[in-house]
Nanobody, 120 residues
Framework: VQLQASGGGLVQAGDSLKLSCSASGINFNTHAMAWFRQAPGKGRLEVAAISASGINTYTLRDRYSISRDSARNTVYLQMRNVSPEDTGVYFC?????????????????WGKGTQVTVSS
């Protein structure tokens, strides 16, 4: 199983940023997907999730949106009007469940993360 996150980088406050996570080695259509952030000196925080069907979503902030493309086995995190609080390493994760939105401990596959740094 491989989850490859990309799209991070150094951006300025107020910019938009879109992260992508390409999944392989799993049946993408039977896995819920999520993005987690780990900020410097802080614990891991779930910032967005999407069910396997794509019907149910969760985002930590209204300026975040999550989507998935089954044809590309890819999940996206769109962040608008970013601020320094969005700084951190963003990990994508997959949970083998088709029910709504799983709890954090159900995510068993994790990618290596992509760094997002927002300058003020």
């Amino acid at each position: 199983v491989q989850l490859q996150a990309s799209g991070g980088g150094l951006v300025q406050a107020g910019d938009s940023l879109k992260l992508s996570c390409s999944a392989s080695g799993i049946n993408f259509n039977t896995h819920a997907m999520a993005w987690f952030r780990q900020a410097p000196g802080k614990g891991r925080l779930e910032v967005a999730a999407i069910s396997a069907s794509g019907i149910n979503t969760y985002t930590l902030r209204d300026r975040y949106s999550i989507s998935r493309d089954s044809a590309r086995n890819t999940v996206y995190l769109q962040m608008r009007n970013v601020s320094p609080e969005d700084t951190g390493v963003y990990f994508c994760a997959a949970a083998p469940t088709t029910r709504s939105l799983p709890s954090e401990d159900e995510y068993i596959y994790w990618g290596k993360g992509t760094q997002v740094t927002v300058s003020s």
